[in-house]
């Protein structure tokens, strides 16, 4: 939702890694910042309008981001798109740093409206490992940004860190940064930051998508005695 400068760069960037992208604007004049080559579906409306939403083919999205003008616009699209129609990855852009944190709890990530905010609205929307956040200048070390995963949630840190091979290297947690503990619990909500090496991150996502495994018992037992 929103045709304006992100709007129109997050739609193209989506269609260019070949994605099925819709784009609704309550002015039909937005669409041409789309350019003549988007071959996405145009559906002029508001954005939290249902109707406009399901007109959008919101039944079938993967993902949804809210990036109008408007924070209050922005929120309630990103909720409508989570609570009724049952959209997980939903994504606001909010101009009011202030909101960040109450939005936060009612698990709809934000970003603030920096220069970068079309890279940042993109990495949390793509499939998990499918755009890093960084790499370093080798390219053999990556680091990404995942909201954790819900078969994760209440588990240690380091047990995630010793099954998947990767490390955490500070967890986005109701709008604060935080360095986890041997000692730190998953919550929901969190953003962990995750850090592999590029040759590995296949696993590292297998590996987190099959949840914790069976065998950590015995290795906790063998690093405890």
Known sequence: MGCGRVG???????????????????EPDAFRRLGPGFGGDKVAGIGFDQEVLEKAGIRRAEAFAAVSSGDNSNIIAARVARETFGVDNVVARIYDPGRAEVYERLGISTVATVKWTADQVLRRLLPQGAEPSFRDMSGTIRVDPLLAPTTWVGERTIRLQQQTGSRIAWIDRLGDGMLPTRDSIIQEGDVLH??????????????????PSGDWHDYALKENS
Do not use: P, Q
């Open 8 to 26: 129109s760069t997050l739609a193209r960037s989506l269609e260019d890694r070949n994605h099925t992208v819709s784009v609704i604007d309550s």
């Open 194 to 211: 995750l850090v592999m090496r590029e040759d590995r991150a296949t696993d590292v996502f297998t590996s987190l998508n099959a949840g």
